[in-house]
C-alpha cells in the first residue's frame, strides 16, 4: 500500500505540471483538474499479486498468517481450473477484508467505502468464457508456450534451435490473461461492467451512489 500511496502522489504532482504547462483547452480537457483529486472515488484492488507471489514463495499457513497484515495496510491507507487451495486462500482474504472494511465503517463514519468481490467477478469470466467470446481460460497472451517450452513475457529465449521473443499474442482481446498473473485489458473491462451495477459490491449498489453513504 504504501507503493500505492507514492505512486498515487507521483501522479497527482505529475498531473498538476502537466495541466499547468498545457497549451490550450483541449490538452487540458484531456487531464484531471487539480481540484478534482478531493472529489474523486478511489479504487484499491489488493491481493492478486500479494497471493501470487506467497504461492510461489511460502506455505498456505504462512500465507495464512500474512493476510492480516497485508488487509490492515489497506486499512491504514484509506485513514492516511484453478487450483482449489489457492482459491480457498484468495476466498479467506477476501472474507478478512470484508470484515476490516465492516469495522472500517465504524471508525470511519463520514466515509462511504463500498467493498467489491473482484474473486468473485472474475471466477464468473473464467467459468464461463466461451459464451462471453473469450478463448480457454488457462491460455496466457503473452509469451511463448508451446509444448514443454515456456519463454515468458517479455524475454528472449530458445525454441527448436532458433532465438524467440516472448511476444504478445495475435488476438489480445480475446484473452482472459496477460501473463498468467495479470488480467488482460478486454477481460478488466468485462469485469469491471459488472462491478458498475453493484452486483459484487458490498453494500450492492451501482458505482453511481457509491460516494454516498449508507
Given amino acids: 500500500m504504501e507503493q500505492i500511496l507514492q505512486l498515487f502522489n507521483q501522479f497527482k504532482a505529475r498531473t498538476k505540471?502537466?495541466?499547468q504547462e498545457a497549451n490550450n483547452a483541449y490538452e487540458r480537457s484531456k487531464l484531471p483538474v487539480p481540484e478534482e483529486f478531493?472529489?474523486?472515488l478511489y479504487t484499491f484492488d489488493i491481493g492478486?499479486?500479494?497471493l501470487s507471489v506467497g504461492f510461489r514463495k511460502m506455505n498456505?499457513?504462512?500465507i495464512r498468517e500474512s493476510m492480516p497484515?497485508?488487509?490492515?495496510?489497506?486499512a491504514s491507507a484509506v485513514k492516511n481450473g484453478?487450483?482449489?487451495d489457492q482459491n480457498v486462500m484468495a476466498i479467506e482474504f477476501n472474507k478478512q477484508l470484508k470484515d476490516r472494511i465492516v469495522k472500517l465503517r465504524t471508525e470511519l463514519p463520514e466515509a462511504a467505502i463500498t467493498y467489491v468481490d473482484v474473486y468473485a467477478a472474475k471466477y464468473g469470466l473464467i467459468s464461463n468464457t466461451k459464451n462471453e467470446g473469450f478463448v480457454d481460460p488457462m491460455k496466457i497472451c503473452c509469451g511463448y508456450h508451446v509444448n514443454d517450452t515456456h519463454i515468458w513475457c517479455g524475454n528472449l529465449g530458445t525454441a527448436n534451435g532458433k532465438d524467440v521473443w516472448g511476444t504478445a499474442c495475435e488476438k489480445p482481446s480475446t484473452y482472459v490473461s496477460w501473463d498468467g498473473v495479470h488480467y488482460a485489458e478486454a477481460a478488466n473491462h468485462w469485469v469491471a461492467d459488472r462491478i458498475l451495477n453493484g452486483t459484487f459490491t458490498d453494500p450492492p449498489t451501482p458505482i453511481s451512489q457509491a460516494c454516498y453513504r449508507h
Fill in 69 to 74: 497484515d497485508i488487509v490492515n495496510q489497506l
Fill in 38 to 40: 478531493s472529489k474523486a
Fill in 17 to 19: 505540471l502537466l495541466y
Fill in 60 to 62: 498456505f499457513d504462512q
Fill in 82 to 84: 484453478c487450483v482449489k
Fill in 48 to 50: 492478486q499479486n500479494d
